[in-house]
């Protein structure tokens, strides 16, 4: 299954308007939608290039604690709490920040839609 950042216009609509049945549930926009994107889902599913905040982020993927942050300020709680190096903290805000960008696209293109 594609990442949610990679899912077409099309895609995204017919979700949105037929739903899903996944169990039982229907998942919809009224409810916990598949455009909804946590920071973990986001961590795990991304697209991995050779780049240090990609290093970075195969490292992270293990860290619970790591994929547990729902905030900023959890984000810089995570990082008092670890003996990171700089460049560490520092690809762990860019990546809180590539995941912020990712879910004003998913808004973005659910807006777009109504």
């Known amino acids: 299954m594609a990442p949610l950042s990679q899912l077409t216009d099309e895609a995204i609509r017919w979700i949105v308007e037929s739903g899903v049945k996944a169990k ?18 986001y961590v ?44 560490s903290r520092e690809h762990a805000r860019t990546v809180w920040h590539t995941y912020l960008n990712a879910v004003k696209r998913l808004q973005a293109k659910r807006d777009s839609l109504f």
Not at 24 to 41: H, N, P, V, Y
Not at 51 to 65: L, N, Q, R
Request: no cysteine.
């Open 44 to 87: 795990l599913n991304r697209n991995v290039a050779f780049t240090p905040t990609d290093y970075f982020i195969e490292a992270a993927k293990s860290d619970s604690d790591f994929l547990a942050v729902r905030s900023a300020e959890e984000l810089e709680q995570y990082l008092a709490t670890k003996q990171l190096p700089a460049s």
């Open 24 to 41: 039982g549930w229907s998942i919809a926009m009224e409810s916990k939608s598949l455009l909804d994107l946590s920071f973990r889902d």
